[in-house]
Nanobody, 120 residues
Framework: QVQLVESGGGLVQPGGSLRLSCAAS????????MGWYRQAPGKLRELVAS???????NYPDSLKGRFTISRDNVKNMVYLQMNNLKPEDTAVYYC??????????????WGQGTQVTVSS
């Protein structure tokens, strides 16, 4: 069992930045791939970024260059740096952990989510 706790969400103006954090605890947390998903009202949950245990990252083309995922395996932390935020980035952001994380296959473990609102 892995527990995930997100933090760092909030209200930011367009063009601003936020860094989300996800603290992972539990058995073998550092052995899992990690990812961030988001879900906006009325929309499906979508993958924002993923990172393997070795540090290989993956992003949808629409977010490349603005979002950066990273992890600290010693601290069992995963981060999502979001720059040049746009109103359409407004969503609840979820941390995810599992053996494989792709755009169509999520991991088994989820955090509770953190709200990101981009508005002037």
């Amino acid at each position: 069992q892995v527990q995930l706790v997100e933090s760092g969400g909030g209200l930011v103006q367009p063009g601003g930045s936020l860094r989300l954090s996800c603290a992972a605890s539990g058995r073998a947390a550092s052995m899992y791939a990690m990812g961030w998903y988001r879900q906006a009202p009325g929309k499906l949950r979508e993958l924002v970024a993923s990172i393997t245990t070795a540090g290989s990252t993956n992003y949808p083309d629409s977010l490349k260059g603005r979002f950066t995922i990273s992890r600290d395996n010693v601290k069992n932390m995963v981060y999502l740096q979001m720059n040049n935020l746009k109103p359409e980035d407004t969503a609840v952001y979820y941390c995810n952990a599992g053996w494989i994380i792709t755009a169509v296959l999520s991991g088994s473990y989820w955090g509770q989510g953190t709200q990101v609102t981009v508005s002037s």
